[in-house]
């Protein structure tokens, strides 16, 4: 069956049959579709005659012509013929279905002549449920409605004696057909293809009925008749023909020619009556011979019909018409085909249903069905576990949500009542035993699968007979009792339990299967060592394969409006294990009215059978797979295709209740979330409830483009049978599209996103392409109408257009285990009365953390190429004027640099937003789910570009402007060393003059001299320092001018210098109160502590970053301070409450910017004192007065020089350009580590490791002084995770590249020949201007009193360098990790904190943190919040802490104040009205908030202590969560597999 219904290129396009076994597949194609033109098929071959067209006729085209008549066509009944005998039980079954719903015969003995045995279709036609209205019943407007098989009908048979001119078959459709319409029930000679000779089909038995409608002057018959058509003659067919004269109530006879033995005819033990028919314009009719065979059969004349020359074959019906009236209106001889089947077994024909896998199903059926006696009484004692408890579950389940009956309890002890009531019932639902009906049942369903199948088909036929006569009786009684309604009250209470019994008396396999999924729901309660559980974990894999085999899976529970989450889960899960790796699905839905056909349109689109049988609407939803061949699979790149089939929306039962609207609502909200494409069943002609269903489609489609999701529609009006409806009904489209803006701004206003003011601005829809219109269903008036072929084309054009929409999905398929995340999001979605803000998904969450983490790949890209080229920038700035540069003026070469610095930006921007667009293309990873969410990213991108662009400048305006500063110290020292090698020249001179023997110590004794004598006569340089303080002042008053009055008028108060000498400590005195929460009872929180802990945090950066810039050993300059006071301004932005204290912020102010004056002020002088070029000459007078040794003994300096250049000049230049390079790779390198790849991930690696180490100080630290303890916690992890191996790998990289570097330079300055040793260092300098700075003051000393060969110099210098990288990387080595990250210039720690820290906006009720992955997004969220106990709220008037949750606050009718509210009473329901960038999503399920709920149950009274509060009342629930939940719920909350 499978195969058949599976979606292939076949079943969507119209290509033409090629050769004769394209045919069976062709009309398989059709009839699923239930097509009444399925029968005509033809092999259509190409004709190559046309192109000689034009030219005349010769001889040889007639003899083609002719030859062309005798072709290999099939004749129509050996195309069925064959697909039967080729076919299972079930796809037979199928077949009949279908041809019967064309109201084609369908076969009842079916011949194989390869065995010369026939069967008995008994199985085949046991789904075939018929219902008319006899005479009897027309006056009453009742009607009978059974399954044909078992209905006690007359039948009367057509057979053929010999040959026959007249077409039986087309008398009999001629016979069964009113002179409204005609119809070919059966195929004859004139038809398509209906001569072609019959090769196996001879010996086929087909059967078909007429039903009347209780129309007198429609129906032809006015009781129920079924006819039977033997095809062949019956000479060859004697065992047919025998079995029809046993169970018919009249055979027919047609013939042309008796033979006036007749033996066939005489020798017959007949039950039926026999009629002869014959065509008296036969040539071979013989009077004689009907005579003799007349007086055989003791026939009456009434028995004997003649078509004469007179009659034409109106006539000739009418006739006949007349015959079979009186044989059905008299004959007592009636029959169900279940009865044949006795009369096969005598005859030696085959019975479909008795093979051993049908009657072993069978049999295990009536098992469980025969035992049912009153249905509602049933279902009480043997499905007990889905009635009155699942319903209470439901009630509860929605409760914790929306706690609509919460009254003045605490929010989480009444969620904690709710869940002990929950587990009470689910203790309840465990202490049944299994019913003897399920212990069948699941025993039935592990047989071996064809049996399975057969099983489940039993049980459906067997309950949709029981409650088809169950059903009958209530509403006859009903009916009764409705026509004296108003006679009495008693009536009327006897018509509501009528009513009550009507809604009750439905029992179907989906019973069964939801109580084989309450049973396992249960069961799962239980402990997992619990042997019940362990021997019901097999049910979802029971149910999984049913799935695959084609039986739907009920998604949404009918009677309770629930979906069984775990059972679900749990069979797809199990789904997903049978199919994967091919696990890839497409959804598609049918949303609309009840009982407007959505089932029958399913059914017909994709050959299913969802129910819809007379009075058993779908209730709830069901699902079912069809598999999508390979032919197809890459075009639909799925594996495949869901079909959901829904209960009607605005259904009578339902609309008696109050919460009928919220029903729909949440049945819409989940299928359309589910779906690739919905269907929307809608009916124009009645605007009233058009508008209701739009409201609620429209509703679904707005929530769904809120939360990502892009589903489809495709609008369907049914019942349009006028060709010309599409342009007819141009204005009703225009008039649709204006009833589905109406409806998107209501639904809009509801969910508050107002923004949507039309349908497209929720979804793409074009009103030419999205509207299908379908013509009625039934070619007639029913019973006796066939399917409409208009219907089934157009059915058939809409699926095709379906698969063409989901081919052209621009998002990829979900896998079955994401459909499954979807069910279990939306459901606990629409579960909150605010869907958009209570939706929480996982595959949301794991396609937002990829886009975080690739974005911070790019973002770390970006920023280390900007690392790198400042760093070269800055190298050049610091080389300007040591060496050439095209640019003399160092204003002019930094504002080249800057321009420089824009292009590199630019490109980088660039490639970050083009980065963005080409993730956002992709199909893969459910991307499509984040679109909202690339505003967010793109505006990071340019804001990162801002960012950059300004600390690059800021960084390169610094470096010049240190650079501009040594240019005059620079001139002094080189004056300076000018002069002293004059002067040393002058006194080896005078040495060497005195002819004097000059010992070491006479030679040190003059060079003393000389020295103290130059440095007598020296003009000593002064810098003068700077007033650091002063500028400080300057700059903090700018920052507060733009504060307003106030804030100047506190500054004013108090000296800078007066500030920062000790702590800070901040008193109560105009802070603003704290949040505070529901009436009569007050939360307070400690109004000096929190902005203490604020201001702690931002003195602890400040002090960092200070404490950095004075280390790097370079001169103090006015954008520090400027970077300061902007930290500042940003981290009072980001806290709620502190941002309106201005005494708070200028008090703050005045601290820190006393205390960095004072440390800028030292720094500024050391530098001065540093480079006093006076400390710098005296600092290398010993390095001078060596060189002025060698000198005078004409030593030959070649190897001291060299290992003096390398070790004074080169070696400082290579470690401080390792240790600038290093930085940033460290950073790169603990990016790819979970712990630091995302916020989030971030987050749950600090709380894990909070958990793991359980210790109330630690904890205590993270909530009061967030920033402190990550940073310390980061740099902490840092050290551990830096092996020695990966920094050595960076440093030795670095180390090679420099060195690299210094012999490339070396042999280049080498290659310039005619060149002293003064001009190859400068060489060396120049070649490495853009690597290496090497210190002037290093340099000086060498450069004069030079002794030495450039050559051998050049030589013994790259031997130099050589041992000198060998030193270095033992000095390396032998560095702890610790000092090597304290050295490195740019600090990892840092980086990582400022990206890891985010927005830093924090809760606004639980201070939790911002875990929003982009820094400029529009909205910020945690994925855990905090018992507001642990942020110090207490109870007024107890003392003690709270336990309330906001996850929980949001979603109930209590209230706040705080400074956002100006202290006044606010819901909590509308916090976004307040707090309108923040989303505090309720949990997804109780246990997520786990964590939070297991520390302070843990710590309970060491927070009380610490906060000088009470110990909170703790939840009973909340004592039974283990670390090991605690840690589960983490896991939950951050989507950490």
């Known amino acids: 069956m499978s195969t058949i219904l599976q979606i292939d290129k076949k079943t969507i396009t119209d290509e033409r049959t090629k050769c004769n076994s394209d045919l069976p597949w062709y009309f398989l194609k059709k009839l699923m579709m239930v097509n009444v033109k399925a029968r005509n098929v033809k092999f259509t071959c190409e004709s190559t005659c046309d192109a000689a067209a034009g030219g005349s006729v010769s001889d040889s085209d007639i003899d083609d012509l002719l030859n062309s008549l005798d072709t290999d066509d099939i004749n129509?009944?050996?195309?069925?013929?064959?697909?039967?005998?080729?076919?299972?039980?079930?796809?037979?079954?199928?077949?009949?279905?279908?041809?019967?719903?064309?109201?084609?015969?369908?076969?009842?003995?079916?011949?194989?002549?390869?065995t010369k045995q026939c069967t008995l279709m008994l199985w085949a036609m046991r789904d075939i449920v018929k219902n008319c209205r006899p005479l009897s019943l027309s006056e009453s407007k009742g009607f009978i409605e059974d399954r044909i098989v078992v209905s006690k009908l007359p039948m009367v048979s057509f057979v053929r004696l010999g040959e026959c001119s007249l077409s039986k078959s087309e008398m009999l459709n001629k016979l069964l057909s009113n002179s409204q319409q005609y119809h070919d029930t059966f195929i004859h000679r004139n038809m398509e293809n209906g001569k072609c000779p019959r090769r196996i089909s001879n010996g086929l038995t087909e059967l078909s009925w007429y039903l009347p409608c209780g129309n007198k002057n429609m129906d032809i018959f006015s009781e129920p008749v079924a006819v039977a058509n033997l095809r062949g003659d019956i000479a060859s067919f004697e065992t047919q023909f025998t079995f029809l004269c046993q169970t018919s109530a009249a055979v027919f006879v047609f013939f042309d020619h008796l033979d006036s033995e007749c033996k066939l005819l005489t020798n017959q033990h007949h039950k039926a009556e026999i009629f002869l028919v014959g065509d008296h314009q036969s040539q071979h009719f013989s009077i004689d011979a009907l005579k003799k065979v007349a007086n055989k059969l003791n026939l009456k004349k009434s028995h004997i019909l003649l078509k004469t020359k007179q009659m034409n074959d109106a006539d000739f019906v009418k006739k006949l018409r007349e015959k079979v009236k009186d044989v059905v209106e008299n004959s007592e001889m009636k029959m169900q085909i279940e009865q044949m089947a006795d009369f096969a077994y005598e005859l030696g024909i085959w019975v479909d249903e008795d093979c051993q896998e049908c009657q072993t199903a069978k049999k295990h059926a009536d098992a469980i069905t025969s035992k049912i006696q009153d249905i509602l009484k049933y279902k009480e004692d043997q499905l007990p576990l889905q009635g009155k408890i699942w319903k209470e579950l439901t009630c509860l389940e929605k409760e914790e949500f929306r706690l609509k009956n919460l009254g003045s309890e605490n929010i989480e002890m009444y969620k904690s009542d709710l869940q002990k009531q929950k587990a009470k019932l689910r203790e309840q639902q465990n202490s049944y035993d299994m019913s003897n009906a399920m212990t069948c049942f699941i025993n039935a369903l592990s047989a071996p699968g064809t049996e399975r199948c057969y099983f489940l088909k039993w049980m459906r036929l067997n309950l949709d007979n029981l409650s088809r006569e169950k059903l009958s009786i209530l509403r006859e009684a009903y009916k009764t009792k409705n026509k004296n309604k108003n006679k009495n009250s008693e009536n009327k209470e006897e018509i509501k339990e009528i009513d009550r019994q009507l809604s009750n008396s439905s029992l179907g396999i989906e019973h069964f299967f939801r109580e084989m999924g309450q049973i396992y729901e249960a069961s799962v309660s239980l402990p997992e060592t619990n042997l019940s559980r362990q021997q019901l974990q097999h049910l979802p894999k029971l149910c999984a394969e049913l799935l695959l085999d084609g039986f739907p899976l009920e998604l949404v529970d009918g009677d309770a409006s629930n979906i069984p989450l775990r059972w679900v889960s749990d069979v797809l899960s199990q789904l997903n294990d049978l199919v994967t790796p091919k696990s890839k699905i497409l959804v598609v839905t049918v949303l609309g009215v009840q009982s407007t056909g959505k089932s029958t349109l399913l059914n017909t689109m994709f050959g299913v059978q969802f129910a819809v049988s007379s009075g058993r609407c779908t209730r709830g939803a069901f699902m079912l797979l069809i598999k999508v061949n390979e032919d197809i699979k890459k075009e639909l790149k799925c594996d495949f295709i869901i079909i959901i089939d829904t209960e009607g929306l605005k259904s009578p039962e339902l609309a008696k209740l109050d919460n009928s609207y919220e029903h729909d609502n949440e049945l819409a909200t989940l299928v359309v979330g589910l779906s690739d494409i919905t269907i929307i069943n809608i009916a124009m002609e009645n605007s009233t409830e058009m508008k209701d269903i739009l409201q609620i489609v429209v509703h679904a489609f707005l929530r769904m483009k809120e939360v990502g999701k892009k589903p489809k529609c495709q609008f369907v009006h049914q019942n349009v049978a006028d060709v010309s409806a599409p342009e007819k009904n141009l204005r009703e489209r225009e008039m649709l599209l204006q009833q589905l803006n109406e409806m998107t701004q209501a639904a809009a206003k509801m969910e508050n996103k107002v923004q949507n003011k039309s349908f497209t601005d929720v979804m793409e829809y074009n009103p030419d392409t999205g509207n299908w219109y379908i013509p009625g269903l039934w070619n007639g008036v029913p019973p006796m109408a066939p399917v409409n072929a208009g219907y089934s084309e157009a059915v058939y054009e809409l699926k095709k257009n379906i698969i063409k929409v989901l081919e052209n999905c621009e998002t990829s398929a979900n896998d079955i285990l994401a459909f499954t995340e979807w069910i279990t999001s939306l459901w606990n979605a629409v579960k909150h009365e605010n869907f958009i803000f209570s939706f929480r998904n996982s595959l949301v969450a794991d396609a937002y953390m990829r886009l975080c983490t690739e974005f911070n790949k790019w973002e770390w890209e970006f920023k280390k190429e900007m690392y790198s080229w400042t760093k070269t920038a800055e190298t050049k700035i610091s080389n300007f004027g040591r060496v050439k540069s095209k640019v003399s003026d160092i204003g002019q070469f930094l504002t080249d640099l800057k321009s420089e610095a824009c292009s590199v930006l630019s490109k980088w921007e660039k490639t970050l937003l083009d980065n963005l667009a080409k993730y956002f293309k992709q199909t893969d990873g459910h991307v499509y789910l984040v679109e909202a969410y690339r505003e967010d990213f793109a505006n990071s991108a340019k804001s990162l570009r801002k960012e950059m662009e300004s600390s690059v400048h800021n960084q390169l305006t610094v470096a010049t402007d240190v650079r501009r500063g040594m240019t005059e110290l620079d001139r002094i020292k080189v004056n300076h060393t000018k002069e002293l090698q004059e002067r040393v020249r002058a006194l080896i001179e005078e040495c060497r003059?005195?002819?004097?023997?000059?010992?070491?110590?006479?030679?040190?004794?003059?060079?003393?001299?000389?020295?103290?004598?130059?440095?007598?006569?020296?003009?000593?340089?002064?810098?003068?320092?700077?007033?650091?303080?002063?500028?400080?002042?300057?700059?903090?008053?700018?920052?507060?001018?733009?504060?307003?009055?106030?804030?100047?008028?506190?500054?004013?108060?108090?000296?800078?210098?007066?500030?920062?000498?000790?702590?800070?400590?901040?008193?109560?005195?105009?802070?603003?109160?704290?949040?505070?929460?529901?009436?009569?009872?007050?939360?307070?929180?400690?109004?000096?502590?929190?902005?203490?802990n604020i201001a702690e945090d931002?003195?602890?950066?400040?002090?960092?970053?200070?404490?950095?810039?004075?280390?790097?050993?370079?001169?103090?300059?006015?954008?520090?301070?400027?970077?300061?006071?902007?930290?500042?301004?940003?981290?009072?932005?980001?806290?709620q409450d502190v941002k309106k204290d201005i005494v708070f912020?200028?008090?703050?102010k005045q601290h820190i910017c006393g205390a960095a004056a004072r440390e800028f002020q030292k720094m500024h002088e050391d530098f001065i004192q540093m480079n006093d070029p006076y400390r710098c000459l005296n600092?290398?007078?010993?390095?001078?007065?060596?060189?002025?040794?060698?000198?005078?003994?004409?030593?030959?300096?070649?190897?001291?020089?060299?290992?003096?250049?390398?070790?004074?000049?080169?070696?400082?230049?290579?470690?401080?350009?390792?240790?600038?390079?290093?930085?940033?790779?460290?950073?790169?390198?603990?990016?790819?580590?979970?712990?630091?790849?995302?916020?989030?991930?971030?987050?749950?690696?600090?709380?894990?490791?909070?958990?793991?180490k359980d210790n109330f100080e630690d904890y205590l630290t993270y909530i009061g002084s967030y920033e402190r303890y990550v940073r310390r916690w980061i740099l902490d992890d840092m050290l551990k995770l830096l092996s020695n191996e990966s920094l050595s790998k960076f440093e030795d990289q670095h180390l090679r590249s420099s060195i690299n570097s210094i012999n490339d330079a070396i042999r280049k300055a080498q290659a310039k020949e005619g060149g002293n040793l003064q001009k190859l260092i400068e060489d060396i300098r120049q070649e490495l201007g853009e690597k290496l700075v090497i210190s002037e003051d290093a340099l000086s000393p060498f450069m004069i009193l030079n002794n030495v060969n450039t050559k051998e110099f050049a030589q013994l210098l790259t031997v130099s360098v050589k041992d000198m990288a060998k030193a270095v990387r033992e000095q390396f080595k032998n560095t702890d990790n610790e000092k090597k990250v304290a050295n490195l210039d740019v600090?990892?720690?840092?980086?990582?904190?400022?990206?890891?820290?985010?927005?830093?906006?924090?809760?606004?009720?639980?201070?939790?943190?911002?875990?929003?992955?982009?820094?400029?997004?529009?909205?910020?969220f945690t994925s855990v919040h905090r018992p507001e106990g642990l942020g110090r709220f207490r109870w007024d008037g107890t003392e003690k802490l709270v336990i309330d949750l906001c996850t929980s606050l949001v979603n109930s009718d209590c209230r706040f104040r705080s400074n956002a509210t100006n202290d006044k009473w606010h819901p909590y329901k509308e916090y976004t009205k307040i707090f309108p960038d923040w989303r505090i999503a309720p949990d997804k399920s109780l246990q997520d908030s786990d964590y939070w709920k297991y520390v302070l149950t843990r710590f309970n009274s060491k927070f009380a202590e610490m906060y000088n509060a009470k110990p909170a009342d703790i939840p009973d629930t909340w004592k039974g969560i283990t670390k090991q939940q605690a840690e589960e719920s983490l896991k939950r909350s951050f989507n950490v597999k």
Not at 106 to 113: A, D, E, G, Q, T
Not at 1116 to 1125: A, N, P, R, S, V
Not at 1145 to 1148: P, Q, R, T
Request: with cysteine; charged share 30%; glycine share 4%.
């Open 76 to 114: 129509p009944l050996d195309i069925i013929t064959a697909l039967f005998l080729c076919s299972d039980g079930f796809v037979q079954q199928e077949l009949a279905l279908k041809m019967s719903m064309c109201q084609f015969s369908v076969p009842l003995l079916l011949p194989n002549c390869d």
């Open 993 to 1092: 003059k005195n002819k004097v023997n000059m010992t070491d110590k006479k030679l040190d004794q003059e060079f003393d001299k000389m020295w103290n004598k130059m440095v007598k006569e020296q003009v000593l340089y002064k810098q003068e320092a700077t007033d650091v303080m002063a500028s400080v002042s300057y700059y903090l008053k700018r920052n507060l001018d733009r504060k307003g009055s106030l804030a100047c008028e506190l500054l004013s108060q108090k000296q800078l210098q007066d500030c920062g000498l000790t702590p800070f400590k901040y008193s109560v005195e105009g802070f603003l109160n704290n949040v505070k929460h529901k009436v009569s009872k007050f939360f307070f929180k400690d109004h000096v502590k929190a902005p203490q």
């Open 1098 to 1135: 931002v003195i602890m950066d400040y002090k960092q970053f200070v404490k950095e810039k004075v280390e790097s050993k370079n001169n103090y300059h006015d954008t520090f301070i400027q970077e300061i006071l902007h930290r500042i301004d940003e981290r009072l932005k980001n806290i």
């Open 1145 to 1148: 912020e200028v008090s703050l």
């Open 1179 to 1252: 600092q290398n007078k010993e390095r001078f007065r060596v060189n002025f040794k060698d000198e005078f003994s004409e030593r030959d300096q070649c190897q001291k020089k060299a290992a003096e250049f390398t070790e004074s000049c080169l070696r400082p230049a290579v470690e401080h350009f390792v240790n600038c390079s290093l930085g940033p790779d460290i950073i790169g390198e603990l990016k790819t580590r979970f712990q630091f790849s995302t916020r989030m991930f971030f987050q749950y690696s600090v709380l894990l490791d909070l958990l793991s």
């Open 1387 to 1420: 600090k990892p720690q840092n980086e990582l904190f400022k990206n890891l820290i985010g927005c830093g906006k924090q809760c606004p009720f639980c201070k939790a943190p911002c875990e929003a992955g982009a820094k400029e997004h529009k909205e910020h």
